[in-house]
Each structure stands twice: as structure tokens, then as C-alpha cells.
């Protein structure tokens, strides 16, 4: 689990990372459900089930969730891939 300098250290990173002013390079949960064109809570239970990676910006436990542009990627990646499979056994079928 590591000592306790790291679990703070690990806490505070996404606080430092927002105070610089990098926060473009992530998205919000209302951000993320408009481009998926899925419910906020769909995302919300989504990185609470580790599907998708997000961090909090702050040490409170409703403190925002914060998803990098990478994760999004991941995810058009993933939503592209099920979409040609769905496509192909349906050309199969046929």
C-alpha cells in the first residue's frame, strides 16, 4: 500500500495538475456523457466500476471526477470495435 507520504502525494497530484491549468487535457462527466451521448450516471457508475479511468479533483469524497483525453480515446476505440462486430455477425447472418 505504500507509506503515507505516497498516499497523500497520490491525493494531491490531480489538485497540483488543476491549479497549473492542464485541465483541457481532461473532461468532465457531463462532458464525456455529451460527446457518448450517454447519461451522466452511466459514466458516474462506470468509473465506479473501474471501467473507466477518472481521478477527483480534491480529497473530498464528492470532490469532481476528471477523465483524460487518453480515456476518451480508449472508449470512441472501444465503442468503434463492438459497433464493426455488431456489423459483421449481421452480415454473417445473412
Do not use: W
Not at 20 to 32: A, L, P, R, S, W
Not at 40 to 45: F, H, S, V
Amino acid at each position: 500500500m505504500g507509506n503515507i507520504f505516497d498516499r497523500i502525494l497520490l491525493r494531491f497530484i490531480p489538485l497540483l495538475i488543476y491549479d497549473v491549468g492542464m485541465n483541457e487535457d481532461f473532461y468532465t462527466i457531463d462532458e464525456i456523457s455529451q460527446i457518448l451521448r450517454v447519461h451522466p450516471k452511466t459514466i458516474r457508475t462506470a468509473i465506479k466500476d473501474g471501467h473507466i479511468k477518472a481521478f477527483r479533483v480534491g480529497i473530498h469524497r464528492r470532490s469532481p471526477f476528471r477523465i483524460p483525453k487518453e480515456e476518451l480515446a480508449r472508449l470512441k476505440l472501444f465503442d468503434l470495435k463492438n459497433s464493426l462486430n455488431v456489423y459483421l455477425k449481421k452480415i454473417k447472418e445473412e
